[in-house]
């Protein structure tokens, strides 16, 4: 692949955002590197947890290729380079396995939108983080008026969305769009001790939970509780449920198969 890097450590996957020379901007070629990855890693069932970082000190994601945004010829081709960044991080979020964002310096507009779609976001200490398409006089096209209202509330989104402004890592935190901040030395280390601690629990139970969450969020609450039982019940029927209470009452560690 020309514009990322994958390596895999038992359980754990990396993928390695590798276009440093520009901030690992997003152009198309990486976009459809990305989600051909991520196929690939979602039919490997010895794939427990997926990290998704940037190479170099200075970003994680710069944002889009400007350049290829340029040359846009009309409405309906920004639709589609809409529809195929929106696909993309759909395609993260309905993933089996959890995806954890490790932040490393600037993640900006469809950087800070590929960060959103993760399940989990660590950042190191010097993270930007921000939507400033309106400053190129267009919108967040692959995510971002939506998932930050829904991950940080409508002020929260209309304030970056519409203002262009960077937070920092500890802003960001603070409004719950990361879950930690670490130290820029220390970032992919604590990224794969939290890959580690959930490759480590049952796969299914994973999963489903995974699904809970992601698909509940939109749910009525009614819905999302229906959803959240048929998972729990047939969760009770797999080898997974029969080892870890087996393995409790025993006070050993389980062995998860993911069967």
């Known amino acids: 692949m020309d514009t990322i890097a994958l390596e895999q450590s038992g359980a754990v996957a990396t993928v390695t955002l590798n276009r440093p020379n520009v901030l690992n901007a997003l152009n198309l070629l990486m976009l459809e590197e990305l989600a051909q990855t991520f196929a690939r890693l979602d039919a490997d069932e010895s794939v427990r947890v997926v990290i998704l970082t940037g190479s170099g000190p200075r970003a994680f994601a710069a944002g889009a290729d400007i350049g290829e945004l340029n040359a846009l010829p009309h409405a309906r081709a920004g639709e589609a380079q809409a529809r195929k960044g929106q696909a993309l991080t759909v395609q993260i979020e309905r993933m089996r396995a959890p995806v954890i964002a490790a932040v490393n310096g600037f993640a900006l507009g469809g950087g800070c939108e590929l960060a959103m779609a993760c399940d989990i976001r660590i950042a190191s200490e010097n993270a930007r983080f921000g939507q400033p398409e309106v400053n190129l006089g267009i919108l967040p096209g692959y995510g971002g008026t939506q998932r930050t209202a829904r991950l940080l509330g409508e002020g929260m989104a209309m304030y970056l969305c519409l203002t262009g402004e960077m937070i920092d890592a500890q802003e960001a935190l603070r409004c719950g769009l990361v879950q930690r901040v670490v130290p820029a030395d220390e970032l992919l280390g604590e990224a794969q001790r939290i890959a580690g601690l959930i490759a480590g629990k049952g796969p299914l ?26 998972l729990f019940g047939q969760a009770v029927s797999t080898a997974d449920f029969r080892e870890g209470t087996r393995a409790f009452l025993d006070k050993r560690k389980p062995e998860f198969s993911g069967r």
């Not at 139970?205 to 995974?210: E, R």
């Open 205 to 230: 139970a994973i999963a489903a939970t995974k699904r809970a969450v992601v698909e509940g969020a939109s749910l009525p609450l009614n819905d999302g509780l229906a959803l959240e039982a048929l």
